[in-house]
């Protein structure tokens, strides 16, 4: 008997060794997205590791409704870098990790998305080619760049201090009729700007450029009248007509204690004093009186932000208009 239980326990042995010993690993944890850095037509993701993985899957796609998360690449690292994207697009990029469980290839769940937008290309500083007075009105033109989004122009008189004539055109010329002083020697520069995302970006300035106002065809003899009041008329522009534009920045100012509001009604409460900002308790204070605001100053900025220490409820165009008298 002892004879036939030791062959048994032998031959239970040597069928144990001969059996493979499946594993069944631990599921890992779901990795998470460390950081996302874009380029013009690139992006770089990076993880952190966790411990049980073989590797790691990446999905990515462009943001949207329910971003199009349609392409996919692996690595056993904790970090790749995809190409091929789109520039100023914004994308969505999410991470998962694989195991061995047996013999199967198994994945955990995917982790949080992690959004980028790509970078936009720079336009080039723009070079001045050439500009001409004739007629009470200077003629500029610049080499144009498809990666802007459009230019800004300013210009002074040689020698004085400042640029207090300022436009802006999404093409690469500009007629400049207004803060022109004839029989002088007026300067201009102009600079590209183009779109990073929902933020507005500038090259550096060209070449300072320089045009005398008493070349080419000399201005007839007369004057500017003095601008007219601003409104909301626009009127059409003729030869002898220069059209100016404003954007007024409204502040809901309450007449009873002084407080800008970025709001008002017949509902709503001062926020300091908590008298109804009704109609006859507000006075519509514009904070820019003089001039029109550049892009970069109102970009991003929604009703109800502060500007110059004051809240602004909204931004409208205004025009104004002077005409040239001959004598």
Same mark, same amino acid.
């Not at 970078?119 to 004739?134: E, F, M």
């Not at 450029?209 to 008329?233: F, H, I, L, Q």
């Not at 001062?270 to 605001?293: A, F, M, W």
């Given at each position: 008997?002892?004879?036939?239980l ?24 779901t990795?998470a997205?460390?950081?996302v850095?874009a380029?013009?037509?690139?992006a770089?993701v ?21 971003d199009?998360?349609?392409?996919? %690449?692996?690595? #056993? ?6 190409s ?5 697009t914004?994308? %969505? ?28 290309s ?16 200077? #003629? ?8 802007? %989004?459009?230019y ?7 020698g ?12 690469n ?7 022109l002083?004839?029989?002088? #020697?007026? %300067? ?24 005398k ?35 007024h ?33 507000v006075?519509?204070?514009?904070i ?33 208009y ?6």
């Amino acid at each position: 008997m002892k004879r036939i239980l030791s062959l048994i326990v032998t031959l239970v042995l040597i069928i144990g060794l001969a059996i493979p010993v499946v594993s069944f690993a631990e599921k890992p944890k779901t990795p998470a997205i460390n950081s996302v850095s874009a380029g013009t037509n690139t992006a770089t993701v990076s993880w952190g590791a966790v411990s049980g993985a073989k590797g790691y899957e990446i999905a990515w796609g462009k943001k949207g409704v329910s971003d199009l998360l349609d392409s996919t %690449a692996t690595t #056993t690292g904790t970090s790749i870098s995809v190409s091929g994207l789109k520039e100023n697009t914004s994308y %969505a990029f999410r991470v998962r990790a694989y195991y061995k469980s047996g013999k199967k290839t198994k994945y955990t769940s995917w982790s949080s998305k992690k959004y980028v937008t790509t970078a936009t290309s720079k336009p080039s500083v723009p070079k001045i080619n050439s500009g001409c007075y004739s007629n009470g009105q200077v #003629t500029l033109n610049w080499n144009s760049d498809c990666r802007a %989004a459009g230019y800004e122009v300013s210009w002074g008189e040689k020698g004085t201090w400042g640029w207090p004539g300022w436009g802006e055109v999404n093409k690469n010329s500009m007629v400049i009729r207004n803060q022109l002083v004839t029989g002088s #020697t007026m %300067a201009f520069r102009v600079r590209a700007y183009w779109w990073q995302g929902t933020k507005i970006k500038y090259t550096d300035w060209s070449s300072t450029y320089y045009v005398k106002t008493s070349s080419c065809n000399p201005a007839p003899s007369g004057y500017w009248t003095e601008w007219s009041a601003w409104s909301d008329s626009r009127k059409k522009v003729t030869s002898n007509m220069q059209e100016r534009v404003r954007h007024h920045l409204w502040a809901a100012k309450c007449k009873n204690c002084g407080t800008h509001n970025p709001y008002w009604g017949s509902n709503i409460k001062c926020r300091k004093c908590g008298k109804k900002l009704s109609q006859d308790n507000v006075k519509h204070e514009n904070i820019y009186t003089d001039s029109k605001p550049s892009m970069k100053t109102l970009d991003g900025r929604a009703n109800g932000a502060k500007l110059n220490g004051k809240n602004y409820w909204y931004c409208e165009p205004q025009y104004s208009y002077r005409y040239y008298k001959t004598k």
